[in-house]
């Protein structure tokens, strides 16, 4: 199983910022119905052991900070850390966007987006990309966006007719 990328310094001390124990920890991610035990705590911090997709998420929300964060980066650049940056489980995220869940997989693992438009809709929308970023995510060359050619504004005609109120001409 792949692991995300972690900072164990991040987690450390976001832990000590908050003045938790690893025991506390542990509760509250339990709590979450995450289960892990507190040397399992010490690893990720020793570096030692990465936290699971479903690890690191409740281990953000334990520690009150973003899973970005924890994750160690600035900005995700792939598309599997704009997914994990926001929380989604691949399954979760493909029902989201009404796509086969080993089809979304196979667009992280091959780096390849194939999305009909309903979907690449969808995937913008949940994971609040823009079409540039999604490119950048996949490695795939942007498509210019077409334009509309506009009208050029016709004024207004007012009618040579004017009536009165009240009756006729």
């Given at each position: 199983?792949?692991?995300?990328?972690?900072?164990?310094?991040?987690?450390k001390?976001?832990?000590?910022?908050?003045?938790?124990?690893?025991?506390?920890?542990?509760?509250?991610?339990?709590?979450?119905?995450?289960?892990?035990?507190i040397?399992l705590?010490?690893?990720?911090?020793?570096?030692?052991y990465?936290?699971?997709?479903?690890?690191?998420?409740?281990?953000?929300?334990?520690?009150?900070?973003?899973?970005?964060?924890?994750?160690?980066?600035?900005s995700?650049?792939?598309?599997?850390?704009?997914?994990?940056?926001?929380?989604?489980s691949?399954?979760?995220?493909?029902?989201?966007i009404?796509?086969?869940?080993?089809?979304?997989?196979?667009?992280?693992?091959?780096?390849?987006?194939?999305?009909?438009?309903?979907?690449t809709?969808?995937?913008?929308?949940?994971?609040?990309?823009?079409?540039?970023?999604?490119?950048?995510?996949?490695?795939?060359?942007?498509?210019?966006?077409?334009?509309?050619?506009?009208?050029?504004?016709?004024?207004?005609?007012?009618?040579?007719?004017?009536?009165?109120?009240?009756?006729?001409?």
């Open positions: 199983m792949n692991r995300p990328p972690f900072s164990p310094d991040t987690a001390s976001a832990r000590q910022d908050l003045g938790l124990s690893p025991h506390q920890v542990t509760e509250q991610m339990n709590a979450y119905g995450v289960v892990v035990d040397p705590v010490h690893a990720w911090e020793a570096g030692e990465r936290p699971t997709e479903d690890e690191l998420f409740a281990l953000a929300d334990v520690l009150w900070c973003r899973t970005k964060d924890l994750m160690g980066i600035a995700p650049r792939t598309l599997t850390e704009h997914r994990l940056v926001r929380q989604f691949t399954d979760r995220l493909a029902r989201s009404g796509m086969d869940t080993a089809q979304y997989e196979g667009a992280e693992k091959t780096n390849r987006w194939s999305g009909d438009g309903r979907q809709a969808a995937l913008l929308n949940v994971l609040d990309l823009t079409p540039l970023l999604l490119a950048q995510a996949t490695g795939q060359p942007v498509a210019p966006q077409p334009t509309l050619p506009t009208k050029p504004a016709v004024p207004r005609q007012q009618s040579r007719r004017t009536w009165r109120r009240g009756g006729s001409r």
